[in-house]
């Protein structure tokens, strides 16, 4: 697989396009696009064979800042054009760009069957909760209520949460993290690629002029702490201050928070220890119910579970069919069948 | 063979109707199949409801099967049935109207009982006034059928299931066509008792035949003489699919093609999900726009990328449709016209989406826009669809529709050494900022980059971009050179469009200009009036966007014109508003091909000064 060939010691400039960046002072998208380029020479993928697709809205303008291969397609439909590049050319390292607005609202049909095939794509969900490119409507992740310029008086719609909306779709790979975090989101966007299938990433970002600090306690490192739950493989469900420190506990589906002193064993008072390979996504599904305020919003790696992915199940069709039955002959097959013949 | 009275005729044309459970595409498949080996030239028109299991008995569950079949050239199932066979009394009513007087009448009388009277509309037997206008025969076809497997275990719904290959054998005696092949095609496909039924009462018809006393006379149609060579017989769907195959095979490149189920195109799916062993990957999208989507990223990606679907799927393929064009991508995409608008009646045809084709896109979209003449075109226009898109880097828009797409006909199966190729090039891994709307001067295409290319990686999407370097671009002379760039390039595949060639003359009083499936109807009216002495001549558009060169000129040497669509007169608005001719619109939206005497009738009418449409209308008041 050329994609994972050794790749020429390339730096985070190779990933640089000379394009003019444009998006808004501010905006959460500068930090994403910094720790994408910077973690791109450490995959070892070969630059030629890196693709970006994205639909539009702001988020969508990502390809344009990639010195890779890029397409910038239509409004919620990237995952069916992406799907179309890595199902005909697995070898590629195909990257999906999107939003709450493009990939939730109008590519919510795409997005879904998409994870549910799990085509060996990741996924970037950058969730600002806010249509920004047209000048900020509310989106189907903004709370009820939110007041908008189209809902003056606040949103009637009950929000959807992106990872919920994977888990249902049947997603192998499920990841949380923060536009601003430089460590956390560098490490997901290792994990999302080493991942075989969808690998679906929910960052959380900012957009500074139409629903500013949305994430403001996860982001700002003095009330994240309180904030996000930050899961670890193997570790127990802990967070909170020194002095605050709780963890969290799931009965019969039903997740509640326990107090815990600084030095308590988490695991004796019944607190989950994080499995993120569950066969079952109820699990991850309990956690995605997680929300401010009740509780800290979780930030990590959900789920990751192996499941054949579309695009190489596809390939191994197509030479199990020229194994059996040998390469096509057109002339073979236009004579098959009932035929007959016309003398001169 | 028969003792009895053996009569030769030049051409036959056969319905057989009956219920959507009945087994008529079937019954009529196997009949077509039957009198292609026996050396006849043939059409077929398939006629069924959109319904899998209508209600039985009723008219709108009534499934027909016509076949024309010939001992010399023939290009259209016939406007009206020689025979009809109607397996109950809704098949009947729905279909009597149309067979010609004195013609052949065989109906199942044993269906004929007050029930499913009642249930086709019917206040009285309808039998006994039909005996002086048609040749009546009366088999009890039900009681026969279940005679013959009487001593056979299976049920008697089982058994009334078989009823029309006793029907079919009975044809198969009456035109002296042979049982071998079926009998094949029955011993590969069922086994055990379903075997030995469908066999035997196939025969028991054939022997029915031979030994009642109801047929005084049989038929004989011999072989028609055509071009030597290998035959088959292919309908639109099967010779679009194969062409499809063809086109990767001599691109030597894979084909992608995304597709989701919509009638009448989805055969096209089924069939190229069985030639994975070339190298064809089919996807089976959540909906028309994944679809299309899917296909332009196998296109960006390098391979050839396509979509089959039909009006309502076109239409939500637009979008995607005008990226690709923006985008300057290969792409082919088959719509299979069916009546609309919105669902209309999905398993009938219409020519009803020329403009949405050329011009159903926000903006200036050009595409290629090409369209089949008959079935077995199908196979050939693909090819060319392919060799276009990607010569030119452009969108091909193929226009089939449920009549070829379902109609068959004998097909010369061309050598593949016959077939052109055409090598794909990409652009070659280079040095420096590659530059991906730099065109090449003759067709104006740009060159094809596809990812995995060191060197070449670059960003394209729907944001209008300068010219050459791709870049984002808000300038308004810009955008107007570029828009003028996009029609440009698509005008100039004018190149690779051949010369028209005038049918019947090259100049003269009347010139019938069709598209499409209509092909059959016109060329075959046109023949009809010039026997007749009338002066007329037909062309026949396959390529709609670029227009051949010639036309202008062709026009110019023809006084009148007449254009004759299934539509409300797409392509005559085209050709007033480019030519400045007036163009006569014969337009039929009937959900049903054109009659050979609905053209003779219009061309006779415009050559009297009149308007065709007003001579229909007072015919069929007549």
Known sequence: MSADAVAPALARKDFVSDQDVRWCPGCGDYSILANVQKVMPELGVLRENVVFVSGIGCSSRFPYYMNTYGFHTIHGRAPSFATGIKASRPELSVWVVTGDGDGLSIGGNHLLHTIRRNVDLQILLFNNRIYGLTKGQYSPTSRLGAKSKSTPTGSLDHPIDPLSFALGAGATFVARTVDVDAKHLQEILHRAHAHKGTAFVEILQNCPVYNDNEWGEIEDRATRAEAALVLEHGKPLVFGPKGARRGIRIERGIPSIVSLGDDEDAVAKGVVVHDERYETPAYAFALASLQRPAFPLPVGVFRAVEKPSYDAQLASAVDEAIAKRGPGDLAALLQSGDTWTVGS | ?622
């Not at chain 2, 009534?62 to 049935?81: C, L, M, W």
């Not at chain 2, 026969?144 to 001593?151: G, H, I, V």
């Not at chain 2, 005008?322 to 020519?351: C, F, H, I, W, Y």
Request: proline share 7%; charged share 20%.
């Open chain 2, 1 to 622: 063979m028969s003792s009895k009275h053996v009569e030769e005729v030049d051409r036959v044309a056969i319905r057989f109707s009956g219920d959507s459970g009945d087994g008529m595409q079937l019954t009529g498949t196997k009949f077509t199949e039957t009198t292609a080996l026996a050396g006849n030239d043939l059409s077929t028109f398939p006629d069924f409801p959109a319904e899998i299991r209508a209600p039985a008995g009723t008219l709108a569950g009534v499934s027909g099967f016509q076949v024309h079949f010939a001992s010399s050239d023939i290009r259209t199932p016939a406007d009206a049935p020689d025979v009809l066979v109607a397996l109950n009394p809704a098949a009947l009513r729905a279909n009597v109207g149309d067979l010609r007087p004195k013609g052949m009448l065989i109906v199942n009388s044993d269906a004929f009982v007050e029930r499913n009277l009642k249930l086709a509309g019917y206040d009285a037997d309808p039998l006994p006034p039909l005996r002086d206008r048609f040749q009546l025969i009366e088999v009890p076809l039900t009681r026969l059928n279940r005679e013959a497997l009487k001593d056979l275990n299976i049920s008697q719904r089982e058994a009334d299931r078989s009823k029309n290959f006793f029907a079919l054998g009975l044809m198969y005696w009456l035109y002296h066509r042979d049982t071998k092949p079926t009998l094949e095609w029955i011993d590969a496909k069922f086994s055990g008792d379903v075997r030995e039924a469908n066999r035997r009462v196939l025969l028991a018809g054939h022997a029915y035949g031979e030994t009642a006393e109801i047929f005084p006379t049989s038929y004989v149609v011999p072989a028609a003489k055509i071009e030597p060579g290998r035959y088959r017989n292919i309908t639109g769907n099967q010779a679009l699919a194969w062409g499809i195959v063809a086109a990767g095979v001599q691109m030597n490149r894979p084909i992608f093609l995304g597709a989701y189920p919509i009638t009448p195109a989805s055969d096209i799916l089924h069939e190229l999900a069985r030639y994975r062993h070339f190298g064809v990957k089919t996807f089976q999208a959540e909906d028309e726009i994944a679809a299309i989507g899917a296909a332009v990223g196998a296109s960006y990606a390098g391979q050839l990328g396509i979509c089959t679907t039909s009006g309502p799927g076109f239409v939500l393929k637009q979008e995607a449709l005008n990226l690709a064009v923006m985008v300057e991508l290969p792409l082919v995409v088959v719509d299979v016209q069916r009546a609309g608008p919105s669902t209309g009646m999905p398993t009938k045809v219409e020519q009803g989406d020329l403009l949405l084709a050329l011009y159903g896109r926000n903006s200036d979209s050009p595409v290629v826009v090409l369209a089949p003449a008959t079935p077995g075109d199908c196979f050939t226009i693909m090819l060319e669809a392919f060799r276009l898109a990607v010569k030119y880097m452009t969108p091909v828009v193929v226009l089939s529709d449920g009549f070829l797409a379902n109609s068959a006909e004998p097909w010369r199966i061309p050598e593949v050494a016959s077939l052109p190729r055409t090598e794909v090039k990409y652009a070659p891994p280079g040095a420096g900022p590659y530059k991906p709307y730099l065109r090449d001067p003759e067709t104006l295409a740009r060159s094809w980059a596809i990812p995995g290319t060191p060197g070449l990686e670059h960003r394209v999407g729907g944001l209008e971009k300068e010219d050459e370097s791709g870049n984002i671009s808000y300038s308004p002379t810009n955008h107007e050179k570029m828009v003028r760039l996009r029609a440009e390039k698509v005008a100039r595949a004018v190149q690779d469009v051949p010369a028209l060639e005038p049918f019947g003359a090259s100049k003269g009083d009347l010139l019938v200009i069709g598209w499409g499936s209509t092909h059959g109807a016109i060329t075959t009216a046109v023949d009809e009036a010039r026997n007749a002495g009338l002066d007329v001549a037909s062309i026949h558009l396959r390529h709609l966007n670029p227009l051949p060169a010639n036309l202008p000129d062709v026009l110019s040497r023809f006084r009148r014109f007449l254009v004759p669509e299934l539509n409300l007169g797409h392509l005559s608005l085209l050709l007033r508003g480019r030519y400045l001719v007036d163009a006569k619109s014969l337009t039929k939206v009937q959900g049903q091909p054109f009659k050979v005497s609905e053209i003779r009738a219009a061309i006779e009418a415009v050559l009297r000064g009149e308007d065709p449409m007003q001579t229909a209308a007072k015919e069929t008041r007549s």
